[in-house]
């Protein structure tokens, strides 16, 4: 497969565009021998036996190089010309405006705009400097080629005494692979013939490496059969799995990293309004607060204390409910206090999830033959889930999940 794909990144006034040749190639080819075998059969006795195998060769390969384009100006100088002092890099030809959600209060702002600067780099290519070094030492460290190749056979039997059933066998199997690639030995920036310098930090030829493993794996299966309705089964089996080609591999392990502590307390108060004159006396008033007070150091590393992900400081619900004869009706305001939303060693990584006043109402209506009509609206109002910067408080995303609205007949029987 052969592909193309820039990105963008811009540094003061400079722009900086890469791109990426490659081709991958991946081939599979697997030849099977039907398993063959004869079987002999009595009043009280049985026999039959199998044999088969298989071979497997897939391969996998990467080439490819990065491309980094760097806008220089019709100049030709990155940023300001020490010459005539002027900086000529307009990246606002680059730039489109997309249109954001109104309610965000952002206005227009710019964005680069990839057609536009893809066309620039294909038909203006004076207008932009190339890294060869860069193309020449990722072709070396993108190269990479892997092949495997199996071989297996298998024999396998079973008998029968009388009502005992015995099936076993044993699987034969040997792999091998082979894989070659660049490995980078050092950093040589005082060469300054780019190819020599690549040659030297990664060498002309890629290094290879071979390995094989070779096992049996038997197994055997009983079946007894006591009588017409009761059968016994014993088996023991042994057997190998490979996953797929993959040029390396990650290793993921859990560790407590710190210690936290949490401390707080809860209040709720909760009422029947039965005092109240007339229908009035349907009404029920729920409200609650929750504080936490929780801190963690996250490791040694983490630099002291801080809060705790997914601990909420304040919370509260405000809930008034009416029950008064096939009417059910209800209003509830909560309220989520301002929390850590992700932890970073450093702190200018670090995010906060805003406060949230959310306000739900719903009703339910009593039908005849225990049915029951329900509507329920969540966060009516639409407040947004605002995430900020933990040091500076500016807002980093907002998002707009609308009034969440459930309708339903329950019935009860």
Request: charged share 20%.
């Amino acid at each position: 497969m052969n592909g193309r794909h820039r990105r963008v990144c811009l540094l003061a006034t400079v722009v900086a565009v890469s791109s990426a040749d490659s081709a991958t190639f991946l081939q599979r080819a697997r030849v099977e021998l039907v398993p063959t075998g004869r079987e002999v059969l009595t009043d009280r006795f049985g026999a039959a036996g199998f044999v088969g195998g298989a071979a497997t060769r897939q391969s996998y390969a990467q080439d490819n190089f990065n491309r980094q384009f760097t806008y220089a100006g019709p100049d030709g100088v990155e940023g300001l010309n020490p010459v005539t002092r002027v900086n000529d890099d307009d990246l606002s030809r680059f730039a489109s405006y997309p249109r954001l959600e109104p309610r965000l209060n952002y206005g227009a702002l710019p964005a680069f705009d990839p057609n536009k600067y893809n066309h620039s780099i294909d038909h203006e290519p004076q207008l932009w400097r190339t890294e060869p070094y860069r193309e020449l030492s990722t072709a070396r460290s993108n190269f990479r080629y892997v092949r495997e190749e199996i071989r297996a056979a298998y024999v396998m039997g079973g008998t029968r005494f009388g009502s005992l059933g015995v099936l076993g066998g044993v699987r034969w199997e040997k792999s091998r692979n082979l894989s070659r690639g660049y490995i980078q030995r050092g950093t040589f920036a005082s060469i300054t013939d780019l190819q020599a310098r690549v040659n030297a930090e990664y060498g002309t030829d890629p290094i290879v490496r071979r390995g094989q493993s070779e096992g049996y794996f038997p197994s055997i299966h009983f079946r007894h059969s006591f009588t017409p309705n009761l059968i016994g089964r014993a088996s023991f089996s042994t057997g190998i799995g490979r996953p797929s080609l993959y040029s390396g591999y990650d290793i993921i392990s859990n560790a407590n990293g710190g210690r936290g502590w949490v401390n707080g307390f809860e209040f709720e108060y909760l009422q029947q309004l039965t005092f109240l004159p007339g229908a009035f006396r349907g009404l029920t008033l729920l409200v609650n607060y929750t504080h936490l007070s929780a801190q963690g150091d996250y490791g040694r590393e983490s630099g002291g204390t801080s809060g705790l992900v997914g601990f909420v400081p304040d919370t509260a619900n405000v809930r008034l409910s009416y029950n008064y004869r096939w009417l059910a009706p209800y209003v509830q305001w909560s309220y989520v206090g301002r929390t850590l939303g992700s932890f970073n060693v450093l702190p200018q990584l670090q995010t906060d999830r805003l406060e949230r006043r959310i306000v739900n109402v719903g009703a339910s209506v009593r039908l005849p033959r225990n049915l029951e009509l329900f509507l329920d609206i969540s966060n009516l109002f639409d407040e947004p889930q605002r995430t900020a910067h933990f040091v500076t408080g500016t807002r980093t995303i907002t998002i707009y999940n609308g009034p969440f609205v459930s309708f339903g007949l329950n019935g009860r029987y």
